[in-house]
Each structure stands twice: as C-alpha cells, then as structure tokens.
Nanobody, 125 residues
Framework: QVQLVESGGGLVQAGGSLRLSCAASERTSGSYAMGWFRQAPGKEREFVSAIRWSGSITWSADSVRGRFTISGDIAKTTVYLQMDSLKPEDTAVYYC??????????????????WGQGTQVTVSS
C-alpha cells in the first residue's frame, strides 16, 4: 500500500519561509496527481495546492496564491510546497495527498486516495 511521508514543518516567524516535502513509499505507473491540504485547530481541512503530473499543471487556493509554490518530481513520486511570506493564519497541520488516477476534483479531498500523517507548521506573529 502506498504511504506518504511529509517533512519540513516547523516554527517560523511571520514573513518567513518553509519548504515542505512529501514522498511516496511506492511508485505506481498510474500516478496522476499529488496535493497539499491543511487543517487548523477547530477548522475544516482545506485545499492548499495540487499538481497534476501530466503537463505539470498546478492549482492553488486563493489564500496562498503568490506565496506558496508547488512543484514535484514524478520520477521520485515526490511533491514539494515552497511557502514564502508566511502568515499566522497559515498555521496548521499540512497533509500530503496523492491519487493514482483521476477520481474527482483535485481541489477536493475526494480526489485523493492516499494521505500522509501531516506535518505541523506554526507561524508566530
């Protein structure tokens, strides 16, 4: 079974940067897309960014567009999230997600079948 492992979270001051990484334990020929979601205490899990391997097409939430950049290495089945100009409201547990095929919108949780354990990102004011 495919497992995803996130890394790179931590504590930073507002305006700082972090780079998250997510690697899949196994590669499949049917790899389709990977993405990032986040969940702050007391809030719903929300979409952050995603990349479709074919064409390297990306999507980002309005709240992070211009500040966060998603990229990946399909050969390594690894996705990255470069987070710049971090704000306190970015504080959350960030989850990596993946899917081997299209199964729904990539900005929704239903579009993915594999999830990581999450990595904490805390931004102080």
């Amino acid at each position: 079974q495919v497992q995803l492992v996130e890394s790179g979270g931590g504590l930073v001051q507002a305006g700082g940067s972090l780079r998250l990484s997510c690697a899949a334990s196994e590669r499949t020929s049917g790899s389709y897309a990977m993405g990032w979601f986040r969940q702050a205490p007391g809030k719903e899990r929300e979409f952050v960014s995603a990349i479709r391997w074919s064409g390297s097409i990306t999507w980002s939430a309005d709240s992070v567009r211009g500040r966060f950049t998603i990229s990946g290495d399909i050969a390594k089945t690894t996705v990255y999230l470069q987070m710049d100009s971090l704000k306190p409201e970015d504080t959350a547990v960030y989850y990596c997600a993946a899917t081997a095929r299209y199964r729904g919108s990539l900005i929704g949780q239903g579009g993915y079948t594999y999830w990581g354990q999450g990595t904490q990102v805390t931004v102080s004011s």
